[in-house]
């Protein structure tokens, strides 16, 4: 009906290997203006920090430092 609040869809989540890449950091930014919750998991071996720039601070973006086969069995164990 009109004027009845509509449901939203919750965010998605979004998974981004070599996210402080160049090219990783840029398909970053455009999963957040999208509403994305966005998990970047990068062991900046060849990425900097310094590519994500401000979006570092983005209350739906977070940033895990490491190697996906480290960091992957350590996420799943984790509550929520």
């Keep these: 009906t009109h ?3 509509e ?6 989540r979004s998974l981004v ?9 840029h ?3 455009r999963l957040l203006a999208r509403g ?4 970047v998991v990068d062991d900046l071996s060849t990425g900097r920090e310094e590519n994500l ?5 983005h ?3 977070t940033l895990r430092r490491g190697d996906l086969r480290a960091v ?9």
Excluded: I, K, N, Y
């Design 3 to 5: 004027g009845a609040a």
């Design 7 to 12: 449901a939203r869809p919750s965010p998605r």
């Design 17 to 25: 290997t070599g996210g402080a890449g160049f090219v990783g950091s």
């Design 27 to 29: 398909l970053v930014q």
């Design 36 to 39: 994305d919750d966005v998990l």
């Design 53 to 57: 720039g401000d979006l570092l601070e």
């Design 59 to 61: 209350p739906r973006l």
């Design 72 to 80: 992957l069995p350590e996420m799943l164990s984790e509550p929520g």
